[in-house]
């Protein structure tokens, strides 16, 4: 008998018709999230589940007795409660390394949006506002040979600070758990304790990945030392920031303005007062989101899924719970 799969994400037809050669499949194929109790009805029966934003917690677990594998069609796995995940002795993947570059690409519109005021000039235009020449009152500031700092240096990191040292000749420093020897020389960024960076960057780039240890890693003593010119860009993690203290430094200019694909709450609530903000860039999480990028990450996490489940290692299972 096949095993059974639930895929809650929306896939293309295709990869659902190349998962069904091995396996049978339950496909929620909706925009909207299944409705927890949905989930957690459907698991009963399922030895693998393909998701991205659902919660893998102790309850899904104790409701799905038959779960074999879970795979995440996203690098990040804050949705996954290792803990729980590790002592059941489930088989965990995500997907790594197809997503780096499109999300430096997009990382990089945020400094530029930002820095630039794009978004805010964009609307200028299209309502009509203007006349003349430019009011010096929005001009922006400039991205090249201004320095960046970036807390969290993985794969995505290195490659926004390629594209920063070689496109726009920036200075870069990081700050990161372990020191990379070999990407500071390779692309002549240094290593900054998180003070330093935080008091010296012009662009403070944040991609720490959300853990106990990283939540509300920036707050309000943080964004205190930043320089009021500097810009906060997050592509991480929205819970990885008090967002209250980031509205707070932004109402009292503590800082030039902010580039945010992420948020506390995902969706962000409408009366989110960020959003109301000029200078701030607001994203709905979509760093990874290209049509190429989307595809080869629901790809890589079905046949991660179809490893998995025939006793093969996964190309990528996650390391911490290997
Ligand atoms: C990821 O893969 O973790 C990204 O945040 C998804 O866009």
């Not at 594998?69 to 995500?94: M, P, R």
């Not at 009011?135 to 922006?140: A, E, I, P, R």
């Not at 780039?205 to 106990?212: A, R, S």
């Not at 109402?251 to 992420?262: K, P, T, Y």
Request: net charge neutral; proline share 4%.
């Amino acid at each position: 008998m096949k095993k059974r799969v639930l895929v809650t994400e929306q896939f293309p037809s295709s990869i659902i018709q190349f998962l069904e050669q091995e396996v049978e499949v339950e496909y929620w194929g909706k925009p909207d999230q299944m409705p927890r109790e949905l989930l957690l009805k459907k698991a009963v029966n399922i030895h693998g589940l393909i998701t991205g934003k659902d919660q893998i917690d102790q309850a899904l677990i104790e409701a799905s007795p038959k779960l074999e594998v879970v795979s995440n069609v996203s690098v990040g796995y804050d949705n996954f409660d290792v803990e729980a995940i590790k002592n059941a002795k489930l088989l965990a993947t995500h997907t790594p390394y197809v997503l780096d570059e499109t999300v430096a690409d997009l990382i990089f519109g945020l400094i530029m949006a930002t820095s630039r005021r794009i978004t805010e000039l964009d609307q200028y235009v299209k309502q009509g506002k203007w006349k003349f020449s430019l009011d010096k009152t929005l001009f922006g500031t400039d991205v090249h040979h201004k320095k960046l700092g970036i807390i969290g240096m993985g794969r995505i990191g290195e490659k926004v600070a390629r594209r920063a040292r070689l496109g726009f000749e920036m200075e870069v420093a990081y700050f990161n758990r372990h020191r990379k020897q070999n990407v500071e020389k390779d692309l002549n960024i240094r290593y900054e304790e998180m003070d330093a960076l935080l008091e010296s960057s012009d662009f403070i780039l944040l991609l720490t990945p959300l853990t106990k240890e990283t939540y509300h890693l920036i707050g309000a003593d943080c964004f205190h030392k930043m320089k009021k010119t500097a810009f906060f860009i997050n592509a991480g993690r929205g819970p990885v920031v008090d967002e209250k203290a980031l509205v707070e430094a932004l109402r009292q200019n503590e800082i030039a303005g902010a580039g945010l694909d992420v948020f506390e709450q995902e969706p962000t609530d409408p009366n989110n007062p960020l959003l109301q903000m000029k200078n701030v860039v607001t994203l709905p999480h979509t760093a990874s989101a290209t049509m190429e990028t989307r595809n080869q990450m629901k790809w890589f996490a079905a046949k991660n899924m179809l490893q998995g489940l025939k006793g093969e290692k996964p190309d990528a299972l996650i390391k911490e719970l290997q």
